[in-house]
T-cell receptor
Framework: KQEVTQIPAALSVPEGENLVLNCSFTDSAIYNLQWFRQDPGKGLTSLLLIQSSQREQTSGRLNASLDKSSGRSTLYIAASQPGDSATYLCAVRRNTGNQFYFGTGTSLTVIP | GAGVSQSPSNKVTEKGKDVELRCDPISGHTALYWYRQSLGQGLEFLIYFQGNSAPDKSGLPSDRFSAERTGGSVSTLTIQRTQQEDSAVYLC??????????????????FGNGTRLTVT
């Protein structure tokens, strides 16, 4: 079974700061890893997807890295804005089976 | 185009009643997932459909839960004899391909806004 952990559970930063969110997983035999954001009362929005053969993906101010051997991924957010406030979740897809395994998320608050 | 649509957005039901939750995936998406999100918990996998293959029901918590996907498109999750512990947000997601396998490259999951189920 795949266990996915996200630390910290909550994070509060002033606007403009760069920040890093962490995701760790126990089984390195993964097919891909996705980062999502979830706004209150909403579903999840996909931010970045990293295939197991990739080391990082970038989209705008977001950069996600993947170190499969150590079971870790990070989501780097540059120049944070109040609109970045949301819960960020990571999910991994193992090489076998159909489901994605989700962490419990990091709740981010960016203070204006 | 339209995203994943779920209905109803909110459902309040009495303990013991049956409920049906609907998911309309993005057109052309062959893979469909149901997840459950409880307060303070991570997302819990329930069931997975891919094309015409037999669904992966390994995440269904009890035989009170069932799901169908008609015509490879709309899916319905049914909970019979609801219990208070069934209260949660039920999320549906679809993707163009399963997110795994030889033909996958960038196939992110697209989620609906969920159905918030409250069992009183």
């Amino acid at each position: 079974k795949q266990e996915v952990t996200q630390i910290p559970a909550a994070l509060s930063v002033p606007e403009g700061e760069n920040l890093v969110l962490n995701c760790s997983f126990t089984d390195s035999a993964i097919y891909n890893l996705q980062w999502f954001r979830q706004d209150p009362g909403k579903g999840l929005t996909s931010l970045l997807l990293i295939q197991s053969s990739q080391r990082e993906q970038t989209s705008g101010r977001l950069n996600a890295s993947l170190d499969k051997s150590s079971g870790r991924s990070t989501l780097y957010i540059a120049a944070s804005q109040p609109g970045d406030s949301a819960t960020y979740l990571c999910a991994v897809r193992r090489n076998t089976g159909n489901q994605f395994y989700f962490g419990t998320g990091t709740s981010l608050t960016v203070i204006p | 185009g339209a995203g994943v649509s779920q209905s109803p957005s909110n459902k309040v039901t009495e303990k013991g009643k049956d409920v049906e939750l609907r998911c309309d995936p993005i057109s052309g998406h062959t893979a469909l997932y149901w997840y459950r999100q409880s307060l303070g918990q991570g997302l819990e996998f329930l069931i997975y459909f891919q094309g015409n293959s037999a669904p992966d029901k390994s995440g269904l918590p009890s035989d009170r839960f069932s799901a169908e996907r008609t015509g490879g498109s709309v899916s319905t999750l049914t909970i019979q004899r609801t219990q208070q512990e069934d209260s949660a947000v039920y999320l549906c997601a679809s993707s163009l391909v399963p997110g795994g396998g030889a033909f996958s490259y960038n196939s992110p999951l697209h989620f609906g806004n969920g159905t918030r189920l409250t069992v009183t």
